[in-house]
């Protein structure tokens, strides 16, 4: 249950229409558009690990990422990267500033060469020009994981609700195994090789 904000005209309805996505159009073009029907929405470490996913009713909004932050961090990650941050910074530190204050919003590589009226400040290659550190991110995990739930679609579509929540779990819970073996093993071979 994500707090609610009555002095803020707009909250909690669609994000984007033609006439109120002027800066960003990408958002628009790409999801408003097409009405899509909800799925799963899970959040990534730079790891391929999943700490939280959940599942909503339609297309994907910024209110479902601010939700999940709000409502599962008990502070607010130093990061997030996200198809749309542009717009997701702004609607989360319009809802609470005091939360994500020190939170750094910005657009991985590989969506950022379609935010063509963004600014380039939305973007993480603008800090990893300044911060080479930054470069070392693998931004693409969440695409990366995405694909990796997309093997479990079809046989959640033909679940209830209950069902596919406890599948996705399960399946969630063997990936981040998985992922954390490859960590392990990587971790122990570079042991290997340097004694």
């Avoid at 909250?11 to 799963?40: F, N, P």
């Avoid at 990422?65 to 609607?91: I, M, N, Q």
């Amino acid at each position: 249950m994500r707090p609610k904000y009555p002095h803020i005209k707009h909250d909690r309805k669609a994000e984007a229409t033609k006439e109120t996505s002027v800066t960003c159009r990408k958002y628009y073009d790409e999801y408003s558009q097409k009405c899509l029907t909800g799925g799963i929405m899970a959040c990534w470490c730079s790891h391929s690990i999943c700490y939280r996913f959940h599942c909503i009713p339609v297309a994907e909004g910024w209110n479902d990422v601010f939700s999940a932050l709000v409502t599962r961090w008990p502070k607010a990650p130093e990061r997030v990267v996200y198809d749309f941050t542009c717009a997701l910074g702004p609607y989360c530190w319009t809802r609470e500033p005091e939360f994500f204050a020190d939170t750094q919003f910005v657009i991985d590589g590989f969506h950022s060469s379609g935010h063509t009226r963004c600014s380039t400040a939305a973007f993480l290659k603008t800090y990893a020009d300044v911060d080479p550190t930054l470069s070392k991110i693998n931004s693409s995990t969440a695409e990366c994981g995405n694909s990796g739930l997309a093997w479990i679609r079809k046989s959640i579509s033909y679940m209830g609700q209950e069902h596919a929540i406890l599948y996705c779990w399960a399946f969630l819970c063997i990936w981040n195994c998985q992922q954390i073996n490859a960590i392990i093993k990587k971790s122990q071979g570079s042991m290997v090789h340097t004694s």
